[in-house]
């Protein structure tokens, strides 16, 4: 239960700093934190919650379960970087949008995933399927929510259509529009993201060029574009299929009923 709190704890101070960094008034149709109370109490009180958080590791005392989180946080602070490195740049967009989601977003389920199988004392094996299990779903569940980011309701999804593009964000299915429309049009719509990206930040220009991305150790780290090496060829679908895959092979060699039929909801998003 201690576990649970923790990573849940966590993810609750990431979404804190996220709404600051993303100067956010709302999350999820509610106010947000920030714009409640200012940023610097939001932001002192996202530190304080992710330090209750190892505390609560530290209580528990399982190595393997602090060394995981403690990968994890730093694996979503590099995502997060990435993403205020890379700005507006459709090309850089383009070259890491799966490292990403990957860091931002789907590492988070994977650990999560990975604290359950070590806390039931699960073996190797199948500590393994719930990790990919966990990284996939989380791969499904953010392209669904870039998604609705486009399509959906906002009185369900809780944010205006299309505030990603607004905010900056190339996300996949503008990525994969981009490669399609006309080009005056995508030349249009490039731009409507990119001046989005220079006005909220109050800067011009990628930084790419200026310093080294985070955690790309010797300039390697990408997926080779959003139809590269590692992506899932047919969007959330398909990374659904890939999470359930390992559940029917591992552990115990059967399809587990309660997680083999999850699939993203994304009324909630982890970021």
Not at 120 to 125: H, K, P, R, S
Not at 167 to 184: I, M, S, W
Request: with cysteine; aromatic share 4%.
């Amino acid at each position: 239960m201690e576990i649970a709190a923790a990573t849940e704890l966590i993810h609750m101070a990431t979404l804190m700093h996220d709404d600051v960094i993303d100067r956010s008034d709302s999350r999820r149709g509610r106010v947000s934190a920030n714009a409640f109370f200012g940023n610097k109490i939001t932001v002192l009180s996202g530190d304080y919650v992710l330090s209750r958080a190892f505390w609560l590791l530290a209580k528990d005392g399982d190595l393997r379960i602090i060394r995981l989180i403690a990968d994890l946080t730093i694996a979503m602070s590099e995502g997060e970087a990435l993403q205020l490195v890379i700005g507006g740049s459709v090309k850089s967009w383009e070259e890491y949008y799966w490292r990403i989601i990957r860091d931002k977003t789907a590492t988070f389920l994977d650990v999560c995933c990975q604290c359950g199988s070590i806390l039931a004392g699960g073996e190797d094996e199948a500590r393994k399927a719930l990790s990919e299990y966990g990284l996939n779903l989380g791969i499904a569940f953010q392209i669904t929510d870039d998604i609705l980011d486009i399509t959906g309701d906002p009185a369900k999804t809780g944010k205006p259509v299309g505030s990603d593009l607004r905010d900056g964000k190339f996300t996949l299915p503008v990525l994969l529009a981009l490669q399609n429309l006309p080009e005056a049009q995508a030349i249009a719509l490039t731009k409507t993201g990119r001046t989005a990206q220079h006005q909220r930040e109050g800067r011009n220009g990628d930084l790419r060029g200026r310093r080294r991305l985070p955690g790309d150790r010797d300039g390697q780290g990408s997926s080779g574009g959003v139809r590269g090496q590692g992506a899932p060829r047919s969007g959330g679908s398909s990374t659904i299929d890939r999470a359930r895959g390992p559940l029917c092979t591992g552990g115990h060699g059967h399809k587990p009923d309660a997680l083999g039929d999850s699939s993203p909801t994304p009324g909630r998003s982890p970021h």
